[in-house]
């Protein structure tokens, strides 16, 4: 079946750091790639996605790049700030027909001044 | 954008009552709503898909009867967690998927946050 592989955590890093969390799939078909952003207390929302195989996703600072070569797609982000401080899903969805969403168990990232 | 919301967000109840969530699409019309459960410092875990119009399919290892799923609407599933214990104490999530330009997509709600005493 579908699975996402994701670094555990904590990454603490401090602010203006360079940010990477790594995230490797395995799936059937053709899935498209996620990652969600959780903040304390709240729910997900999305951070970025990719459709399809050389997609870059980016927003907010963040950039992700779907490689189907070798099933990856590493979060980055060239500065953090404190206010980055949340657990970071890698998602994927769909592929092999069934249209649901598997998460990886999550990364939770502390940004320190 | 397109906007899910639940409600409650907060619940605390005594163990052996039913709490009912409901999880609504605001602006768009979702045919599938997905629920999850979250325990504290681990992933989501798919709970069951529901359909509008017909029965929920579930995971393996989630109790229907425990758990039941209504999607009378489009726009409205409802999940009611029957004679909880404190087990069942979780955060709950649902989805709804709808279409974003020609692609569809899956919006997740804030969540509701369920502790029984």
């Known amino acids: 079946g579908d699975s996402v592989t994701q670094m555990e955590g904590p990454v603490t890093l401090s602010e203006e750091a360079f940010l990477t969390i790594n995230c490797t799939y395995t799936?059937?078909?053709?899935?498209?790639l996620f990652w969600y952003v959780q903040y304390p207390g709240e729910g997900l929302q999305l951070l970025l996605k990719?459709?399809?195989?050389?997609d870059k996703g980016s927003n907010k600072g963040f950039e992700a790049t779907y490689r189907k070569e070798t099933t990856s797609f590493h979060l980055e982000k060239g500065s953090v700030q404190v206010s980055d401080s949340a657990v970071y899903f890698c998602?994927?969805?769909?592929?092999?027909?069934?249209?649901?969403?598997?998460f990886g168990i999550g990364t939770k990232l502390q940004v320190i001044p | 954008g397109a906007v899910v919301s639940q409600h409650p967000s907060w619940v605390i109840c005594k163990s052996g009552t039913s709490v009912k969530i409901e999880c609504r699409s605001l602006?768009?019309?979702?045919?599938?709503m997905f629920w999850y459960r979250q325990f504290p410092k681990q992933s989501l875990m798919l709970m069951a898909t529901?359909?509008?119009?017909?029965?929920?399919?579930?995971e393996q290892g989630v109790e229907k009867d425990k758990f039941l799923i209504n999607h009378a609407s489009l726009t409205l599933s409802t999940l009611t967690v029957t004679s909880a214990h404190p087990e069942d104490s979780s955060f709950y999530i649902c989805?709804?998927?709808?279409?974003?330009?020609?692609?569809?997509?899956?919006?997740f709600g804030p969540g509701t946050r369920l502790l029984v005493l």
């Open positions: 529901s359909n509008e119009g017909s029965k929920a399919t579930y």
């Open positions: 799936a059937t078909g053709y899935p498209s």
């Open positions: 998602a994927l969805h769909g592929g092999g027909g069934y249209q649901k969403v598997t």
């Open positions: 989805s709804a998927e709808g279409l974003a330009g020609r692609q569809e997509t899956q919006y």
């Open positions: 602006d768009f019309q979702a045919t599938t």
């Open positions: 990719a459709t399809k195989a050389d």
